[in-house]
């Protein structure tokens, strides 16, 4: 696929994918279609161990675009959210984390985008928010329940009730964020966290990354099970005799590659 929308930049062992549809990155079906096509490509490459999701711009993404969406018939706009969930759901589950990198404006579809990586890293002056029902509309790519799971559904059902945004400072006491950072700051703080994740195993990270979005939604017992399979499909890669060896002689582990 030929991107119009996006801007892809190869770091080696990860890539960053920049939202560039000016001037605020509003999502639409054809720019969705990109961000699902590219990070399947991207994980599905055994080279690659991460990707960085950031805003080309001013903003991370300000949300679907309105102009699109003010046309739709309710049949339309049902499409229209079952797909985004789709692409939303293919990024949260892609083999790799996916780290997203915020600035400027994450609303609406900018938000749930952001809701679906793995890790948040975000500016402090970011403005982070669901609004859709200033406009009479309500999150559709899964932002009722992200948002609820991971701030709370207190905070949630604050910030979509009444459309209000916080502050990255804010997004990041709320939980809703895991690293902070100074203005303009966001993409090199999401490549320094990557270059942390390349140090360690490679199918480790998949695996447990696996387990964790494979549990969180399932019982108690059935979770640790996948983790205790999980345990043992690890040490059939030989990343644990070299890592623990590594650890007992004191020296950087030196992983096998896939690829």
Known sequence: MNYNFLKIEDKGKYSIVFLN????????????????DAVLKISADKNKRAIILTGEGKSFCAGADIKVMKEFSSIEAREF???????LQNIENAEIPVI???HGYALGGGCELALACDIRVVTKSAQIGQPEVRLGLIPGFAG??????????????????TGESISGEKAYEWGFAE????????????ENLVKRILEMGPSAIRLVKSVINRGIDSTFSTATGYEAESFGLVFSTGEPKEGIDAFLSKRKAKWVEEG
Request: no cysteine; hydrophobic share 45%; net charge neutral.
């Open 144 to 161: 009722t329940q992200r948002l609820s799971r991971l701030i709370g559904i207190g905070k949630a059902k604050w910030m979509i009730y």
């Open 100 to 102: 997203a990198a915020i």
């Open 21 to 36: 549809r000016p001037p605020v990155n509003a999502l639409a079906p054809d720019f969705l279609s990109e961000i699902e």
């Open 81 to 87: 959210a079952m797909n985004g969930q789709r692409v």
């Open 179 to 190: 690293v902070l950072t100074e203005d303009g700051k966001h993409l090199e703080e999401a």
